[in-house]
């Protein structure tokens, strides 16, 4: 059996000698380990992954974790046994080239979630979902409807006991009324290199300011708009030759991966959210 | 004899036709020609080197340019003798290593440029500009002293017949009384990936920000700090584990290659501006 | 009406005033052009994109063309008009990365080819075929049958009219047989950064020799196996914590999109292949 | 006091609670610690920076690390009591760009070595390292010298108890005599993209083949040219308007900052090297 754990606390001396004493003793052999200290907050993280041989009672193993060691160091923890998936909803508009690329990579094996559906406030890309045999709703949002449209995206998240979110170029902005239920849950793409042209149409924006690069940006929502943790970034070159119409096919293959990574990385239980930054673990 | 011409003007059929059917008739053997039509503005770019066999009297050359060519199309244009060395001057603070890599390219022959002087609101680099053999001028700038250090460096830079300026790491905002003596002829470099961060302590910015990406941006002067025309920008990866000092580290490497392949563009005639932004061509 | 033309030929003095004069006699509003000469080999390329308000009669054109312009100074040359479709064809094997980018970006219209049919030596990606509702052929191929499973395969193409082929990490070598039949019309993408890693396995030997920075690389398909000229290639970081299941992850990233690019390229009329290399209009 | 800990050994359980419980028990504090394991060969690898608020006697600290931990678990291991400044001799022959940088970091506070000498087989630099200060022995080198050469290298680098060797674009080939006095501490730069394109004149081989993506590479000298263990790489774009010469010019940008990269590694204790590959810690 696998354990993946998580910590961040105040930092203070003696931290890993206690955790891997702890592992140690309780048989597991850690096949990966590396901290991080925050000297200017004062705080600790550590991710660490460690096989156990013999079965371990998850809970009597979390219990004892808390009790020698989380309460003793003030621990923010989290313990993931390998092997559950977890469960992933997209939200799309009418953008098609980050699901087909989420699709492609689930399809394959790659990704390693469950799609219980894909939300959209468009009809226009049912037809992936299709494709992909995944349930597709489609809840239109106006400024008059928004309220009952995101009860209706809570009642469809609470249904299918969604871990998190995807927007995959969802052009709506979410209220806190969903952002609160999912916090450092929900994984947005921007099409710019934030904080660079934050808000909308990022590209006019980047063409019109003449930059020589572009980028994408793969972020935690939160309540400030294109302002959340930061997960991932890439960027490409651009010049005076290319076209608004360039820019944004150019930005396409950015968008994609970059998405494709930032989710990876959450799964893979590798990213940490302190003081709207993250810590990202190799 | 080599002669570069740089022409823009608005955007209409026949340009590339006309012109290179002038040079041809002044028996020129075209070695370089590129052209960019900006489709927004609706104005045509053009880049052109070419040879000429014959001894060629340039300034009868630019007379039957201007009456058979520039007035027809309403062209701006100019025209560069090869091996001519503009002359460049250097305006340092204390950070030295654009310093640094400009004076040693300078050196080995790889800038094509003369430096007549180096000057600084600070007497710090002083022993660089002595490794070098340069001149130095230290002009203390205060609040109350900048008009008058504005008035030495125009003297200094018209003694000299500067044709532009270097910014390496000058940490001091020129008035437009010395921009508008310089108009596209003084190059900055700024230490973040414009417009990300604009203004003081960048790098810092970035830290709280949390970004994954750090980037340095040379550009022209304008009145406006740090939105002039972008020549060129480039990037870096960073993670949470660098610190404020670890991207200032980081971002030296960037500063000084960055501001270097600008000010060679510039050296080269390869950078025309318009809208506040450039054509760089290849 | 719009026509590309691409040329290569001894380079002289004049051609492009020649061939910008004629156009200029035709109508012809040139939109786009981009030249390059190499010295060494005195070889000049030319791609010029010109739109005509008045009907052009494309066979008088080239007529025309030929006899003015092309005889006189050796040309080769392509002229293509706008809106035509080349017929694509995919070969693969087993692994489905490539396959989905190339057909998500096909089914989006980002992709301005027909594809008449995916070949297969395998029957593992029907399923994708299926998804995306195209034909697909499984041909096996064994030393013993290499030699029917080409005929079929021509048999195919031919009836098809196929104009190129993408092998979308096909692991089958072609053999002259088909590759003459289709000469700088077949792209490859090979998983390393070529000259290095030519051969089986890259990803393997990349690990083994302890690279820090793995690639792909796009390219025309030659008799020499992973020789031929390169269309496109990019790299991405890889540090002593990645394993060869990671060097493979992240090089799925890379060798989808660098493939994507090369298509794109082609398709865009924007390659000329000169003494095994590519010239690369923008 | 802080002292620096590199150990590789047979990887086991309980030797990062063991080495973390020993640094405790000394009343150190861990700022720093990352661990490596490589599945295949079986080895574990771990970096660790450890604060001491008491006197250590580090001499009797290395004692205790030995008998209680190193025997133990089989380890190579290495202690650096921070502050103290390697001895760093530079070979150069020609070219200067890597030579200026190296010189000018170090002078900048940037590069925290002491570099008792500049040899070479030419005379060309000697006015750089006047500029700077360094003692500067031209050694010349031919076939029939080569042998001597090399006695009078080894001889000034024992007389300057030289720690290790940066081959700043030093165009001669060290025989074992040289490299086994200095195992891994011979750092060469060389100006490809290995493992393409070793040996002489690389920009030219890649010139030739029409890559799109040229590189320079730092590693560590074994008795195979070119082939030792990687450090650092990094890469830049050309395209087919890139004459050699271009390639040259933007290889020497690459080139100097990848060899200062791979310089400031090795002299801040990052780099372990094992199967001929590194181990580079962040």
């Given at each position: 059996m696998k354990l993946t754990i998580l910590i961040h606390c105040p930092d203070q001396s003696g931290i890993i000698s206690s955790v891997t004493h702890f592992i140690h003793g309780e048989k597991g052999n850690i096949i990966y380990l590396d901290q991080h200290v925050d000297k200017e907050a004062g705080v600790f993280f550590m991710r660490l992954e460690s096989d156990f041989e013999n079965h371990i009672e998850l809970s009597v193993f979390?219990?004892?974790?808390?009790?020698?060691?989380?309460?003793?160091?003030?621990?923010?923890w989290d313990i993931y046994k390998d092997g559950t998936k977890p469960k992933m909803a997209i939200f799309v508009s009418k953008y098609n080239h980050c699901l087909y690329d989420l699709l492609s990579r689930h399809n394959?094996?790659?990704?390693?979630?469950?799609?219980?559906?894909?939300?959209?406030?468009?009809?226009?890309?049912?037809?992936?979902?299709?494709?992909?045999?995944?349930?597709?709703f489609h809840i239109p949002v106006s400024k008059e409807t928004k309220a009952i449209a995101e009860e209706k995206q809570l009642d469809l998240l609470k249904e299918?006991?969604?871990?998190?979110?995807?927007?995959?170029?969802?052009?709506?902005?979410?209220?806190?009324?969903?952002?609160?239920?999912f916090p450092q849950k929900i994984i947005n793409i921007h099409h710019s290199f934030l904080p660079a042209f934050a808000g909308a149409k990022p590209y006019h924006a980047a063409f019109e300011r003449g930059v020589k690069i572009i980028g994408a940006t793969s972020h935690?929502?939160?309540a400030e708009l294109d302002a959340g943790p930061i997960i991932e970034q890439d960027v490409t070159t651009v010049s005076h030759s290319h076209s608004i119409k360039d820019f944004i096919a150019k930005g396409r293959d950015l968008e994609k991966i970059v998405l494709s990574r930032a989710v990876q990385l959450h799964v893979a239980r590798k990213t940490i959210v302190y003081n709207n930054k993250t810590v990202i673990f190799s």
């Open positions: 979390k219990t004892q974790f808390e009790e020698r060691l989380a309460n003793k160091y003030d621990m923010h394959s094996g790659e990704l390693l979630v469950d799609i219980p559906f894909i939300a959209s406030n468009h009809d226009d890309l049912r037809y992936i979902a299709d494709q992909f045999q995944i349930p597709y299918h006991q969604v871990d998190f979110i995807v927007l995959a170029r969802y052009m709506q902005i979410l209220s806190p009324k969903v952002i609160d239920v935690y929502v939160t």
